[in-house]
T-cell receptor, first 112, second 114 residues
């Protein structure tokens, strides 16, 4: 099915562990984004990518790493998870001039 | 710098009543404005967008929003609420040049009373 898929949907990890959240889109959109959603803060941009091998920081990048070796995939890695990174993470994609932002269904991450 | 403020983190209306969700923006350039809806355990979906064409924008599910430059507002309305409208609604602003500059508001949770 066409769309944007995030995995896993739910993840519990311990402080200090590395965890990777996956995002895959089937539209070949050039832009992809990672947001985190926290109560009272709306959505805050972590990182975005304008094309394969091009990434840039958003509003809250500290503690996160991204890569984009293929257009369709945009994984987000927490190198050493902290409790403050407990959140719901959304991946999104779009093609400038052709589509609005399309969001995945989110990954709910709990860091204990 | 751009910003968006949603007035009221929670709005409750009766089924059949008018829905009004408030959004004010700040932008140094002509803005693009958006309303997104988020149903439980789902991502955000675009309801409607303003991109400098008509000031009254119609979206999906009977929602519409009016761009008022003098008031720097982009309030979302629906004449008659339905139970299925219960969701979180986000206003967002962009300078139009790139989605990387989309700034989201903190959201308004809409509840519908039977």
């Amino acid at each position: 099915d066409a769309g944007i898929t995030q995995s896993p949907r739910y993840k519990i990890t311990e402080t200090g562990r590395q965890v990777t959240l996956m995002c895959h889109q089937t539209w070949s959109h050039s832009y992809m984004f990672w947001y985190r959603q926290d109560l009272g803060h709306g959505l805050r941009l972590i990182y975005y990518s304008a094309a394969a091998d091009i990434t840039d920081k958003g509003e809250v990048p500290d503690g996160y790493v991204v890569s984009r070796s293929k257009t369709e995939n945009f994984p987000l890695t927490l190198e050493s998870a902290t409790r403050s990174q407990t959140s719901v993470y959304f991946c999104a994609s779009f093609e400038p001039g052709y589509s609005p932002l399309h969001f995945g269904n989110g990954t709910r991450l709990t860091v204990t | 710098a751009q910003s968006v403020t949603q007035l009221g983190s929670h709005v409750s209306v009766s089924e059949g009543a008018l829905v009004l969700l408030r959004c004010n923006y700040s932008s140094s350039v002509p803005p693009y404005l958006f309303w997104y809806v988020q149903y439980p355990n789902q991502g955000l979906q675009l309801l409607l967008k303003y991109t400098s064409a008509a000031t009254l924008v119609k979206g999906i599910n009977g929602f519409e929003a009016e761009f008022k430059k003098s008031e720097t507002s982009f309030h979302l309305t629906k004449p008659s609420a339905h139970m299925s409208d219960a969701a979180e609604y986000f206003c967002a602003v962009s300078d139009g040049s790139s989605a990387s500059k989309i700034i989201f508001g903190s959201g308004t949770r809409l509840s519908i009373r039977p």
